[in-house]
């Protein structure tokens, strides 16, 4: 089930701090959270075991959590029942990037521990604790840019980003940020970028017309991540799921 957050306000400018602090599970779920890493490794060797951002308290703007490993997010989704002991609400940043009055949409690689071969809008990426802003706050909009250089190919331009929507997966705790980018450079430019790009992210790109963009939505609905429609809904694209 999927829940839209309203807004404090609006233009919202969410600070995201990590200073909860983090649940200390037992012995048996951290040999559960190892065993499943090993698995998820020994498939996906490539996969590393970061941090990310944990959502545990909206208030207002102020957005507070913890860090937490990417691999207690893995094995929370394998298994839903930890989630008692781990408490990982990942949060994302999912952009919807207009360029030339197109819509930008990526399909996942199909070999990703999550949501693998399925259409997102690009770019996307879990909000990770590098990049800071002054205040020692985490910096989404500096992990959106990175997003952006490294999925889409281009460099990140000096403009405004608005964070307009928070969705949230209320079965597997994964909250979406949609953060939208208006460009006017011609979204060929981009399409051309990604063909270019060492290790793309996707294997697939996509700019639909902003006109189109319900037909695109109907027609590939099944094989789309499942905050996409709302995220679309919630910009004023399509109606409401």
């Known amino acids: 089930m999927y829940v839209i957050h309203p807004l404090p306000q609006s233009p919202w400018n969410p600070r995201l701090m990590d200073n909860q602090p983090p649940p200390v599970p037992t ?11 090993d698995y ?18 909206i208030e207002g703007s102020l957005l ?7 691999s ?11 989630f008692d002991a781990l408490r990982v609400r990942s949060l994302a940043v999912s952009g919807l990037v207009v360029a030339g009055g197109h819509v930008i949409f990526g399909k996942r690689k199909a070999g990703l521990a999550v949501e693998g071969g399925l259409w997102e809008l690009a770019p996307s990426g ?6 800071r802003e002054a205040d020692g ?4 909009r500096k992990i959106f840019q990175e997003e952006i250089r490294e999925e889409l190919g281009i460099a990140p331009p000096p ?10 997966n209320t079965q597997n705790h994964i909250w979406e940020m949609g953060v939208a980018l208006e460009l006017t450079m011609d979204h060929r430019n981009i399409l051309t970028a990604y063909v270019s790009a060492e290790h793309p992210e996707h294997t697939e790109m996509a700019a639909v017309p902003l006109e189109d963009v319900p037909r695109f939505l ?6 789309m991540v499942g905050a996409c429609p709302r995220l679309l809904a919630a910009y004023g694209l399509v109606p409401p799921p």
């Not at 012995?27 to 959270?33: H, I, K």
């Not at 207690?72 to 930890?82: C, I, K, S, T, V």
């Not at 879990?126 to 990049?131: K, M, N, R, S, V």
């Open 27 to 37: 012995d048996e779920v951290l040999d559960e959270v190892r065993a499943n890493w």
């Open 126 to 131: 879990t909000i990770h604790g590098g990049p």
């Open 72 to 82: 207690w997010y893995l094995a929370q989704l394998r298994n839903p029942a930890l």
């Open 218 to 223: 109907k027609v590939r609905r099944e094989e």
């Open 40 to 57: 998820e490794t020994a498939h996906r060797p490539q996969i590393f075991n970061g941090k990310i951002f944990s959502l545990d308290r």
């Open 137 to 140: 706050s985490i910096s989404w």
């Open 159 to 168: 403009t405004v980003l608005k964070a307009f929507a928070l969705i949230e």
């Open 64 to 70: 507070t959590g913890f860090l937490a490993d990417y």
